[in-house]
């Protein structure tokens, strides 16, 4: 008998803690975000999608070293790259990457690609809106991941 008693008490204080939770909120004004009106609000160290960065030249960071792509535990970097020539100059080093594709349908947000990168050519940026009807858009390439050139004046 006693037994019983000290469940119905147990579980009688678990309710009130529970329901004190509830009651303390609801009467709260709730947070609502116009998305997608105005964007929403993200921290500083948000994960985003990536860019790819350029430098103050124009030309692009990324000098195909396949780091990224290595540090990668999603396996979701494909990249192939390409000799520079003096008449097309595309980065700064020896080489860059022909072919950047991200698969977002694997990729987790680690950052260990952003890490991993010896001249900082990619980035996570702020973009949220990932979330499209087909899933071979889920794979990104080079030209949507690139910094536009010249860059835009806010």
């Keep these: 008998m006693a037994?019983?008693?000290?469940?119905?008490?147990?579980?009688?204080?678990?309710?009130?803690?529970?329901?004190?939770?509830?009651?303390?909120?609801?009467?709260?004004k709730t947070t609502t975000e116009s998305f997608p009106e105005t964007p929403p609000s993200v921290q500083p160290r948000y994960r985003g999608i990536h860019v790819l960065q350029?430098?103050?030249?124009?030309?692009?960071?990324?000098?195909?070293?396949?780091?990224?792509?290595?540090?990668?535990?999603a396996?979701?970097?494909?990249?192939?790259?390409?000799?520079?020539?003096?008449?097309q100059r595309i980065s700064a080093g020896e080489r860059y990457a022909a072919v950047y594709n991200i698969d977002y349908s694997r990729c987790i947000f680690c950052g260990y690609c952003v890490e991993a990168c010896p001249t900082d050519a990619i980035t996570h940026g702020h973009s949220i809106e990932l979330a499209p009807y087909d899933?071979?858009?889920l794979?990104?390439?080079?030209e949507q991941l690139l910094e536009p050139w010249p860059p835009r004046t806010s």
Excluded: Q
């Design 3 to 28: 037994s019983i008693v000290r469940e119905v008490g147990e579980t009688f204080l678990t309710l009130y803690k529970g329901f004190s939770v509830t009651f303390r909120t609801m009467f709260r």
């Design 54 to 73: 350029r430098d103050e030249n124009g030309l692009e960071k990324c000098v195909g070293c396949f780091l990224c792509s290595a540090a990668c535990p």
């Design 75 to 87: 396996n979701c970097i494909y990249i192939e790259a390409a000799e520079n020539t003096e008449s």
């Design 135 to 137: 899933i071979n858009a």
């Design 139 to 142: 794979i990104y390439r080079k």
